[in-house]
Structure formats: structure tokens, C-alpha cells
């Protein structure tokens, strides 16, 4: 907080909130590449996309079974009951009742019900979250607009429904999409705020972390889109998926 400044790049521009260029260029940079790499590595890990499309599927199929049948699983805590009325029009207190432990538990208990008690792709889906038995993921390379992806996954669809697993919430394309950053120039395209961090000396800003006699790092990183599109399914249908999709699948680390 110290390297925090306000300054302008000409003198009837508004003030902008900088950083120090003597001391504040190193800890911006950290700040921006650990960020990218949080990214790369945490939020966008497939594991971690895989559980949270499998989370997705269990509260489209609640909402899917409430409407084919007018009922909720029983018990159902009024949060998660009120979410699905709504459609998602919570008040913030009753958003901000919707936390990890609460879905947890209603997982836990509805994983728990018995066969005929419960709707079974709802069971099964909670079942698999609790028990920490995740989907696997293949990494696709080719664009999904593409006729010849587009038939491949129309028959693995067919596949799907002859083993007992509906398409609709056992096949789940994933896509994850970051932009590290973006320097002025992108930014004023999008029509949004500047987010391109500026170094400040004499309440002027002498540069920006986005230039590359700044910080080269930054520089290879920046207004460059990293997506990576990816499918979901259960672990016993992975080498059916493998087979049908090979001439679409990337073989790099996911």
C-alpha cells in the first residue's frame, strides 16, 4: 500500500491509481504472473472443472425433476428450495445462505436416500460428488463447429443413452476461458476500464507494466485469450469417449 500513487498521464486527464515506479514494479509483476498462473493451474485444473460442471449437472437436474414432477428431494434446505423457484431471483441474504457446507449436506443426504426414494440421476450424481468419484476429462482440440465433431458427439450421445447414462447430464462440455491481461489499446477496444497497471513518478505516470522495456513477462501475456474446451463423463465410459473422439482430442497435459 505504500507504492500506491495518483497520478495522470497529461494534465487534464483524471487522476489514475499507480504504483511507485521505483519500488512497486517488481510486486505488480508478481502480483499479474502468479496470477495468470493461478489460473493455469487452480481454477482452470481439470479436476477442479470437472467437479464444478458435475455441481452444475446435480442443480440442473434438481430443477429438471421439480419441474417434471412438482416435488423437491426430501429433506431439501429452503435455501436450495428457494434457488430453484426463483431461478436464480435470491435476495442477497438468501444468496448469502448458499454456501459450501449447506450444499454439501444436502449432497451428503440425498446421496444417502434410497433407490426408490429418489430421483436416480440426482442419487447418482450427488453419490459420485461425496464419494469423491469425479468425472474424467479429455482435453479437444478441433473447432465444435465443425460437422465431422459435431456427428462424433451425436453418436457418443447414442452410446451414452444405451449404458444408462442420459447425455444431458453425463456428457458436459466444458469451457474455460482467461485473458491474463489487457493493456490500454484492448481495453478502449472492449470499451471497458483500463486495467493495465501504470508506474507513477512525480504524480506523472511514466509507463505502464503492459510495455515490454517495462516488463517483458507481461508483455508475452498480454491481450492473449487462453481457452481451453474440454468434456466430462463418467470414468466408465473413458474409453468409449477416447475411441469415438480420438481425431479430436489433444494428448497434452491438460
Same mark, same amino acid.
Given at each position: 500500500?505504500?507504492?500506491?500513487?495518483? *497520478?495522470?498521464?497529461? &494534465?487534464?486527464?483524471?487522476?489514475?491509481?499507480?504504483?511507485?515506479?521505483? &519500488?512497486?514494479?517488481?510486486?505488480?509483476?508478481?502480483?499479474?504472473? *502468479?496470477?495468470?498462473?493461478? $489460473?493455469?493451474?487452480?481454477?482452470?485444473? &481439470?479436476?477442479?472443472?470437472?467437479?464444478?460442471?458435475?455441481?452444475?449437472?446435480?442443480?440442473?437436474?434438481?430443477?429438471?425433476?421439480?419441474?417434471?414432477?412438482?416435488? !423437491?428431494?426430501?429433506?431439501?434446505?429452503?435455501?436450495?428450495?428457494?434457488?430453484?423457484?426463483?431461478?436464480?431471483?435470491? @435476495?442477497?441474504?438468501?444468496?448469502?445462505?448458499?454456501?459450501?457446507?449447506? !450444499?454439501?449436506?444436502? !449432497?451428503?443426504?440425498?446421496?444417502? *436416500?434410497?433407490?426408490?426414494?429418489?430421483?436416480?440421476?440426482?442419487?447418482?450424481?450427488?453419490?459420485?460428488? @461425496?464419494?469423491?468419484?469425479? !468425472? &474424467?476429462?479429455?482435453?479437444?482440440?478441433?473447432?465444435?463447429?465443425?460437422?465431422?465433431? @459435431?456427428?462424433?458427439?451425436?453418436?457418443?450421445?447414442?452410446? #451414452?443413452?444405451?449404458?444408462? #447414462?442420459?447425455?444431458? $447430464?453425463?456428457?458436459?462440455?466444458?469451457?474455460?476461458?482467461?485473458?491474463? $491481461?489487457?493493456?490500454?489499446?484492448?481495453?478502449?477496444?472492449?470499451?471497458?476500464?483500463?486495467?493495465?497497471?501504470?508506474?507513477?513518478?512525480?504524480?506523472?505516470?511514466?509507463? $505502464?507494466?503492459?510495455?515490454?522495456?517495462?516488463?517483458?513477462?507481461?508483455?508475452?501475456?498480454?491481450?492473449?485469450?487462453?481457452?481451453?474446451?474440454?468434456?466430462? #463423463?463418467?470414468?466408465?465410459?473413458?474409453?468409449?469417449?477416447?475411441?469415438?473422439?480420438?481425431? #479430436?482430442?489433444?494428448?497434452?497435459?491438460?
Amino acid at each position: 500500500l505504500i507504492n500506491l500513487r495518483l *497520478a495522470r498521464r497529461r &494534465k487534464d486527464d483524471d487522476d489514475r491509481l499507480c504504483l511507485n515506479a521505483a &519500488k512497486g514494479y517488481h510486486a505488480a509483476e508478481q502480483f499479474v504472473i *502468479a496470477r495468470a498462473l493461478m $489460473y493455469q493451474q487452480v481454477y482452470y485444473h &481439470k479436476t477442479a472443472r470437472a467437479a464444478e460442471q458435475m455441481i452444475r449437472m446435480v442443480l440442473q437436474r434438481l430443477a429438471d425433476a421439480h419441474r417434471e414432477t412438482g416435488r !423437491f428431494p426430501d429433506p431439501c434446505p429452503p435455501p436450495i428450495r428457494r434457488l430453484i423457484e426463483t431461478g436464480g431471483g435470491l @435476495t442477497a441474504e438468501e444468496y448469502l445462505r448458499l454456501d459450501d457446507w449447506l !450444499f454439501l449436506s444436502a !449432497f451428503e443426504e440425498w446421496a444417502a *436416500a434410497p433407490r426408490d426414494a429418489l430421483d436416480p440421476i440426482l442419487r447418482d450424481l450427488c453419490d459420485r460428488i @461425496t464419494r469423491r468419484h469425479l !468425472f &474424467k476429462t479429455v482435453r479437444i482440440t478441433a473447432d465444435t463447429r465443425h460437422r465431422a465433431y @459435431t456427428q462424433a458427439i451425436q453418436s457418443l450421445g447414442t452410446q #451414452f443413452q444405451q449404458r444408462g #447414462f442420459d447425455p444431458q $447430464y453425463y456428457l458436459v462440455e466444458d469451457d474455460a476461458t482467461d485473458m491474463p $491481461y489487457r493493456d490500454l489499446a484492448y481495453s478502449d477496444r472492449l470499451g471497458r476500464a483500463p486495467e493495465d497497471i501504470g508506474l507513477a513518478r512525480d504524480g506523472r505516470i511514466v509507463g $505502464y507494466m503492459s510495455e515490454r522495456t517495462v516488463s517483458p513477462l507481461i508483455d508475452s501475456i498480454r491481450n492473449e485469450p487462453r481457452q481451453i474446451h474440454r468434456l466430462c #463423463f463418467p470414468a466408465e465410459m473413458r474409453s468409449i469417449v477416447e475411441r469415438r473422439l480420438r481425431p #479430436f482430442i489433444s494428448w497434452e497435459r491438460q
